[in-house]
């Protein structure tokens, strides 16, 4: 079976974008989201949001199967 990044519908707090990740990974989302999180505020919030917000809106929406 193929891997393919995309947003995650079940594990969201907002786009999927971190749950996405985590999946593609295998990593936990609330280690994806925290270090997500953590690199935001360490680089003063705002390239972090503008990314995140990119990534909600390029990438595809996890497919039901």
């Not at 949001?49 to 809106?57: A, D, E, R, S």
């Amino acid at each position: 079976m193929e891997r393919k990044l995309c947003r995650s519908r079940n594990d969201r707090l907002l786009g999927g974008v971190c749950g996405g990740f985590a999946a593609y990974y295998g990593w936990q989302s609330w280690l994806v989201r925290f270090l997500y999180a953590l690199v935001t505020l360490v680089s003063a919030a705002f390239p972090g949001i503008v990314i995140y917000l990119l990534l909600w809106f390029l990438m595809p929406e996890q497919k039901d199967n």
